[in-house]
């Protein structure tokens, strides 16, 4: 099980032994399909965590300790969704709600135009949370209820969709940027140096600069 991002970690699956088992290797043959709440652990992890199996499907909740939020997700039924799926939940201090999102709803950041972009997903009960590299999707939900729960998925992949996209136009955008870098430098010959001083003048290495700010170069 990985280290939870939020307060706890809320899967689901649609019910299927094998496939569950494969999943979850720790609980082979020690599966209940009674519809109640059973430990996952064993004792030796560093977290705590409770499965059933109720409405055909499996579902897992896993936090460090127990909490507040982790307590909450036990009351929570499944609702309908076709996949394996898991999303990081944790309170939401400046709404007194909650925050849910998962791996794949992330994007290249912070940007400049980050702060205009919260605003406008706020409105939309959604928004962005800070990384070192990137920034994480997230969507806000007031109570931790099956229905609201299944809303607010539902608004978050609205996000992961549309964040999915940018990253591609990223991408490309990329690969063109260094098809033409390439190009510069097999114009100058296969051995030109790649050195700033030749290549960008007056370029001031202890400055930070974006790319953007650097002097536009013709190939001799």
Excluded at 37 to 53: D, M
Aim: net charge negative; glycine share 8%; with cysteine.
């Amino acid at each position: 099980m990985r280290h939870p991002f939020g307060d706890a970690v809320y899967e689901q699956c649609p019910w299927d032994q094998a496939h569950v088992e494969a999943i979850y290797p720790i609980l082979k043959g020690l599966l209940v399909a009674d519809g109640e709440w059973h430990p996952t652990e064993s004792g030796a992890e560093p977290w705590v965590g409770r499965y059933r199996i109720v409405d055909g499907y499996f579902q897992a909740v896993f936090a460090e300790e127990p909490n507040p939020v982790f307590a909450a997700l036990l009351a929570v039924r499944p609702f309908a969704r076709p996949d394996d799926a898991e999303w990081d939940v944790w309170a939401h201090e400046p709404t007194g709600g909650f925050a849910l999102s998962n791996t794949f709803c992330i994007t290249p950041g912070p940007f400049d135009h980050q702060d205009e972009l919260v605003d406008w997903l706020a409105r939309h009960g959604l928004g962005l949370t800070e990384h070192e590299w990137y920034v994480q999707g997230y969507a806000l939900i007031e109570q931790l209820t099956t229905e609201a729960l299944a809303e607010a998925v539902d608004r978050l992949t609205w996000l992961e969709v549309t964040l999915a996209d940018l990253n591609e136009k990223l991408d490309r955008a990329g690969a063109a940027f260094w098809q033409g870098v390439q190009g510069q430098v097999a114009a100058r010959g296969s051995a030109a140096p790649l050195r700033a001083s030749e290549w960008f003048p007056g370029f001031e290495p202890k400055r930070r600069v974006a790319l953007s700010e650097l002097p536009p170069q013709t190939p001799e």
